[in-house]
């Protein structure tokens, strides 16, 4: 935005895209070099693109006041984002340049979705669906195709429940490689917190936590020693040993 010294005026042809048909005036020589520059980098002129009444173009006047050209321009290379270019014509200051203003167009902000939780139970892979065969409790004498459609339907529904709920009440390895006495202690505490709280309970259950915080740390330190030693006798370094153990958050 700003003034040019070049008087852009009217479309001279189709190829002048960059321009739009509401130019004013003659063209002059820079107004031609002005062009030339809009087309180089896809820009456009936004005071071509509104009409408007030859009284709000001019935006330069002569000292004697005998000229009134528009040789100040805003230009943008998205043309979209705006609504209106205007002429500023009561502005009190003293200047023969008359300011060129634009309103933007209000683009309404797009509002995330809430994010939803799905509840749905979740299919089990290709493979797991081959290999399990929902008929194979119904009656052999009888064909698949005479079995009625719902019931097929019910059938299939069944056996992808029960393996939904097998797959997610497997078991899981145990990540630490908790000792078994560590995990005696854990189940006792489990068992002395689900009892209401009395002052022995909590005494117990202060103490346990306790002994179970120091056999962590046993634990810990023992698959230290064990990962090292592996990898060591495997490898000849630790690097992977250390990964491993960043990993589990025991490194």
């Given at each position: 935005m700003?003034?040019?010294?070049?008087?852009?005026?009217?479309?001279?042809?189709?190829?002048?895209?960059?321009?739009g048909?509401?130019?004013?005036?003659?063209?002059?020589?820079?107004?031609?070099?002005?062009?030339?520059?809009?087309?180089?980098?896809?820009?456009?002129?936004?005071?071509?693109?509104?009409?408007?009444?030859?009284?709000?173009?001019?935006?330069?006047?002569?000292?004697?006041?005998?000229?009134?050209?528009?040789?100040?321009?805003?230009?943008?290379?998205?043309?979209?984002?705006?609504?209106?270019?205007?002429?500023?014509?009561?502005l009190?200051?003293?200047?023969?340049?008359?300011?060129?203003?634009?309103?933007?167009?209000?683009f309404?902000?797009?509002?995330?979705?809430?994010?939803?939780?799905?509840?749905?139970?979740?299919?089990?892979?290709?493979?797991?669906?081959?290999?399990?065969?929902?008929?194979?409790?119904?009656?052999?004498?009888?064909?698949?195709?005479?079995?009625?459609?719902?019931?097929?339907?019910?059938?299939?529904?069944?056996?992808?429940?029960?393996?939904?709920?097998?797959?997610?009440?497997?078991?899981?390895?145990?990540?630490?490689?908790?000792?078994?006495?560590?995990?005696?202690?854990?189940?006792?505490?489990?068992?002395?917190?689900?009892?209401?709280?009395?002052?022995?309970?909590?005494?117990?259950?202060?103490?346990?936590?306790?002994?179970?915080?120091?056999?962590?740390?046993k634990?810990?330190?023992?698959?230290?020693?064990?990962?090292?030693?592996?990898?060591?006798?495997?490898?000849?370094?630790?690097?992977?040993?250390?990964?491993?153990?960043?990993?589990?958050?025991?490194?």
């Amino acid at each position: 935005m700003g003034d040019f010294n070049a008087q852009i005026g009217a479309r001279q042809n189709n190829s002048e895209y960059v321009l739009g048909k509401f130019g004013h005036g003659k063209r002059s020589r820079n107004g031609q070099k002005l062009v030339e520059f809009l087309m180089e980098p896809n820009l456009s002129a936004l005071n071509t693109n509104f009409n408007k009444n030859k009284y709000n173009k001019w935006t330069w006047i002569s000292p004697d006041g005998s000229y009134k050209n528009e040789i100040d321009y805003i230009i943008t290379n998205y043309p979209r984002a705006f609504t209106d270019t205007t002429v500023i014509s009561n502005l009190n200051f003293n200047t023969n340049h008359r300011m060129v203003r634009c309103s933007l167009r209000k683009f309404q902000t797009k509002i995330s979705r809430n994010h939803i939780k799905n509840n749905m139970i979740k299919l089990p892979s290709q493979p797991c669906l081959m290999k399990c065969n929902p008929f194979k409790e119904t009656n052999e004498h009888i064909t698949s195709d005479e079995i009625e459609t719902t019931l097929k339907y019910d059938i299939l529904e069944n056996e992808l429940q029960s393996l939904y709920i097998s797959k997610n009440n497997a078991h899981k390895p145990n990540k630490y490689q908790l000792s078994e006495h560590t995990l005696q202690l854990i189940g006792e505490r489990k068992e002395l917190i689900a009892i209401q709280a009395k002052k022995e309970n909590i005494k117990l259950v202060a103490d346990l936590s306790k002994r179970i915080r120091e056999s962590i740390r046993k634990d810990r330190k023992v698959k230290r020693l064990k990962t090292f030693e592996h990898y060591i006798q495997k490898k000849g370094g630790v690097k992977k040993a250390l990964k491993e153990l960043r990993e589990v958050g025991n490194g």
